[in-house]
Nanobody, 125 residues
Framework: VQLQASGGGLVQAGGSLRLSCAAS????????AAWFRQAPGKERDFVASLRLNGGSTYYADSVKGRFTISRDNAKTTVYLQMNSLEPEDTAVYYC???????????????????WGQGTQVTVSS
Protein backbone atom coordinates (compact mmCIF):
# COMPACT_ATOMS: atom_id res chain seq x y z
CA VAL A 1 0.00 0.00 0.00
CA GLN A 2 1.37 3.39 -1.00
CA LEU A 3 0.32 6.40 1.07
CA GLN A 4 0.04 10.02 0.01
CA ALA A 5 -0.43 12.65 2.71
CA SER A 6 -1.77 16.12 1.99
CA GLY A 7 -3.57 19.04 3.58
CA GLY A 8 -0.82 20.69 5.56
CA GLY A 9 -0.25 24.42 5.58
CA LEU A 10 0.14 27.57 7.63
CA VAL A 11 -2.62 28.44 10.09
CA GLN A 12 -3.00 30.79 13.02
CA ALA A 13 -3.31 29.48 16.55
CA GLY A 14 -6.87 28.45 17.23
CA GLY A 15 -7.48 27.52 13.63
CA SER A 16 -8.20 24.19 11.97
CA LEU A 17 -6.75 21.97 9.28
CA ARG A 18 -7.74 18.61 7.88
CA LEU A 19 -5.03 16.25 6.73
CA SER A 20 -5.74 13.48 4.25
CA CYS A 21 -3.92 10.21 3.63
CA ALA A 22 -4.85 8.49 0.40
CA ALA A 23 -4.04 4.84 -0.17
CA SER A 24 -3.14 3.32 -3.51
CA UNK A 25 -2.49 -0.32 -4.26
CA UNK A 26 -4.75 -1.31 -1.39
CA UNK A 27 -7.35 -0.06 1.04
CA UNK A 28 -7.62 0.81 4.71
CA UNK A 29 -9.64 -2.28 5.57
CA UNK A 30 -7.81 -4.02 8.43
CA UNK A 31 -4.98 -3.28 10.82
CA UNK A 32 -4.32 0.29 11.93
CA ALA A 33 -3.99 3.63 10.24
CA ALA A 34 -2.19 6.32 12.15
CA TRP A 35 -0.71 9.77 12.16
CA PHE A 36 2.66 10.60 13.64
CA ARG A 37 4.44 13.93 13.71
CA GLN A 38 7.99 15.18 13.96
CA ALA A 39 8.86 18.66 15.14
CA PRO A 40 12.25 20.21 14.29
CA GLY A 41 15.02 18.67 16.36
CA LYS A 42 12.70 16.13 17.96
CA GLU A 43 11.85 12.49 17.50
CA ARG A 44 8.79 11.37 15.62
CA ASP A 45 5.82 11.02 17.99
CA PHE A 46 2.50 9.22 17.89
CA VAL A 47 -0.53 11.47 17.32
CA ALA A 48 -3.57 9.29 16.61
CA SER A 49 -4.55 5.87 15.28
CA LEU A 50 -7.65 4.11 14.07
CA ARG A 51 -8.28 0.39 14.30
CA LEU A 52 -9.64 -0.32 10.84
CA ASN A 53 -11.75 -3.27 11.97
CA GLY A 54 -13.99 -1.97 14.70
CA GLY A 55 -13.22 1.72 14.59
CA SER A 56 -11.46 2.15 17.94
CA THR A 57 -9.42 5.33 18.09
CA TYR A 58 -6.38 6.26 20.14
CA TYR A 59 -4.88 9.69 20.73
CA ALA A 60 -1.83 11.21 22.29
CA ASP A 61 -2.74 13.13 25.42
CA SER A 62 -1.52 16.36 23.84
CA VAL A 63 -4.14 16.23 21.08
CA LYS A 64 -7.04 14.48 22.81
CA GLY A 65 -10.23 16.49 22.42
CA ARG A 66 -8.79 18.61 19.60
CA PHE A 67 -7.90 16.09 16.88
CA THR A 68 -10.09 13.42 15.29
CA ILE A 69 -8.97 10.53 13.09
CA SER A 70 -11.46 9.01 10.68
CA ARG A 71 -11.79 7.04 7.47
CA ASP A 72 -14.01 7.48 4.43
CA ASN A 73 -16.64 4.91 3.49
CA ALA A 74 -14.63 3.75 0.48
CA LYS A 75 -11.76 2.87 2.87
CA THR A 76 -9.26 4.64 0.64
CA THR A 77 -8.60 7.76 2.67
CA VAL A 78 -7.87 8.44 6.33
CA TYR A 79 -8.27 11.91 7.73
CA LEU A 80 -6.94 13.86 10.67
CA GLN A 81 -9.18 16.77 11.60
CA MET A 82 -7.18 19.19 13.71
CA ASN A 83 -9.02 21.91 15.66
CA SER A 84 -7.85 24.49 18.17
CA LEU A 85 -4.36 24.27 16.77
CA GLU A 86 -1.48 25.48 18.93
CA PRO A 87 2.05 26.55 17.95
CA GLU A 88 3.24 23.34 19.65
CA ASP A 89 1.44 21.37 16.95
CA THR A 90 3.90 22.64 14.35
CA ALA A 91 5.55 19.59 12.78
CA VAL A 92 5.77 17.40 9.72
CA TYR A 93 2.83 15.01 9.91
CA TYR A 94 3.15 11.47 8.56
CA CYS A 95 0.42 8.95 7.90
CA UNK A 96 1.17 5.30 8.37
CA UNK A 97 -0.41 1.88 7.96
CA UNK A 98 0.07 -1.27 9.99
CA UNK A 99 -1.20 -4.68 8.94
CA UNK A 100 -1.11 -5.78 12.56
CA UNK A 101 -4.39 -5.49 14.42
CA UNK A 102 -3.07 -6.26 17.90
CA UNK A 103 -3.67 -3.56 20.49
CA UNK A 104 -0.02 -2.94 21.19
CA UNK A 105 0.48 -1.88 17.57
CA UNK A 106 -1.87 1.09 17.90
CA UNK A 107 0.71 3.58 19.22
CA UNK A 108 3.96 1.82 18.27
CA UNK A 109 5.91 3.38 15.42
CA UNK A 110 7.80 0.22 14.58
CA UNK A 111 4.51 -1.64 13.98
CA UNK A 112 3.84 0.56 10.94
CA UNK A 113 5.43 -0.68 7.73
CA UNK A 114 3.92 1.76 5.25
CA TRP A 115 4.49 5.52 5.48
CA GLY A 116 3.44 8.57 3.55
CA GLN A 117 5.88 11.30 2.61
CA GLY A 118 4.84 13.81 5.28
CA THR A 119 3.02 17.11 5.13
CA GLN A 120 4.13 20.27 6.93
CA VAL A 121 1.82 21.90 9.45
CA THR A 122 2.86 25.30 10.78
CA VAL A 123 0.84 27.06 13.46
CA SER A 124 1.66 30.71 14.07
CA SER A 125 1.04 32.42 17.40
Amino acid sequence: VQLQASGGGLVQAGGSLRLSCAASGGTFSSGYAAWFRQAPGKERDFVASLRLNGGSTYYADSVKGRFTISRDNAKTTVYLQMNSLEPEDTAVYYCAFSRSAILSAARTERAYGNWGQGTQVTVSS
